[in-house]
Each structure stands twice: as C-alpha cells, then as structure tokens.
C-alpha cells in the first residue's frame, strides 16, 4: 500500500529518526484499531493486548529499516496480522503437543487452515493494492483505521454517499480478487475478508 496522506510519510519519517512523540501519535491514532483486528483471530482479550504491543516494539525497533513507500497503517495492518497468524500456530503447535487425545488429522486440517488464511490475506493486501487511489483511501480509513463514513468523507472532501458507494465497491472488489485466485478458492478466503475487514 502506498502513502496518501503527506502527514503519514511525515510521520514515518520522524518515527525513523527516533522521534518518540511521532511514534505517540501513531501509537495512540491505531492502537484501538489493531486490538478490534486482533481479537477477531485470537478471541483473547489478554493475547491481543500482547500482539498489538508487540507490534509497535516491532515498529520502533525496526525503525531504521523503514522505507517512505509503505503507509503506517499499512505497515501496522500486515505486521499485526502476520503476529496473530504466528500466536495462532504458535498455540495450536503447543496444543498438538500437549492434548494426545486430539485426532492428528484435525491437527493437520487446523494447522493447514492457519496457512490457507494467511496466504488468502495476502492475496487481499494484493487486491487493496489494486483499487484506484480514492477506493483504497476509503477502504484504509473505513476498514483499517475505523473512521466513519462522515469522518472519511470530510477527510477526502467528498460526501459519505460516496464514501459508502467507493467501500461497498471496494469489498466487491477484493472479494472477487480473492475468490478468482486459485487454488486458494472456497469460504476460507471470505472468512480472511470478514475477519479483518468488517
């Protein structure tokens, strides 16, 4: 995803030169947004609480290797997300090991759906990437950042008609993208859209 708002290359770039007050804004601007995304997959309060403040020490730690082409969100979206997965087959690899009683083949068949679904978000940060620049606004600042139509709408100085007509669009859009992708074709690859971008 590319950067739409000066303001967020501005940002990045004070985040990549220690600027601890830039990272506050970006902290206190996506936090509540990556814990709603979060606790979708983990349904835990106290592990999504764990992903997200790991994301951001990720993102501070990594500060340096941060490149002027990739928005915030998008940058918090994807590492966020790929956390999740990993705490899922992280916790289902423990569970395998610790519960005998469980039959190996639904095992396999849960782990198999783990890296099914990540691969379908991919395909769906592929799709975002696809939508014309006024559509992937919407969508990052309806599905990604949690803003209202009318907050959308005065950001981008069009009515929020056309904020819920650009995001209806741009949900058709990626859900075709996914589903005509195979062989990842089936209800998971919905269930990838649902999950994050309800």
């Given at each position: ?9 501005e940002l990045l770039?004070?985040?990549k030169r220690?600027?601890r007050g830039?990272f ?11 814990f709603?995304?979060?606790?979708r997959?983990?349904?835990s309060?106290e ?11 990720i993102?501070?730690?990594?500060r340096?290797?941060?490149?002027g ?6 940058w918090l ?16 690899r ?5 519960l ?7 095992q ?10 990540d691969?379908q ?5 592929e ?10 606004a919407v969508?990052?600042?309806c599905r990604?950042q949690?803003k209202?139509?009318?907050a959308?709408a005065?950001e981008l100085g ?6 819920s007509e ?7 859009f990626?859900r ?5 992708q195979?062989?990842?074709k ?8 649902e999950l994050?971008?309800r």
């Amino acid at each position: 995803m590319t950067i739409d708002h000066p303001y967020d290359e501005e940002l990045l770039v004070r985040i990549k030169r220690g600027d601890r007050g830039a990272f506050k804004i970006v902290y206190d601007q996506y936090h509540h947004v990556l814990f709603r995304n979060v606790i979708r997959l983990l349904h835990s309060e106290e592990d999504a609480r764990d992903v997200v403040q790991e994301v951001f020490m990720i993102l501070w730690e990594k500060r340096a290797t941060l490149t002027g082409n990739r928005s915030v969100n998008g940058w918090l979206f994807t590492v966020s997300y790929n956390r999740a997965v990993n705490f899922l087959k992280k916790k289902l690899r423990s569970e395998s090991t610790d519960l005998a009683a469980i039959d190996t083949a639904d095992q396999k068949n849960g782990y198999d759906d783990l890296l099914l679904l990540d691969a379908q978000l991919a395909m769906v940060e592929e799709a975002v990437s696809k939508l014309s620049p006024r559509k992937r606004a919407v969508f990052e600042l309806c599905r990604l950042q949690g803003k209202t139509y009318e907050a959308a709408a005065r950001e981008l100085g069009i009515s929020k008609y056309t904020v819920s007509e650009y995001l209806q669009e741009a949900m058709a859009f990626i859900r075709d993208y996914v589903r005509n992708q195979p062989p990842y074709k089936g209800t998971l690859a919905i269930l990838a859209i649902e999950l994050f971008f309800r």
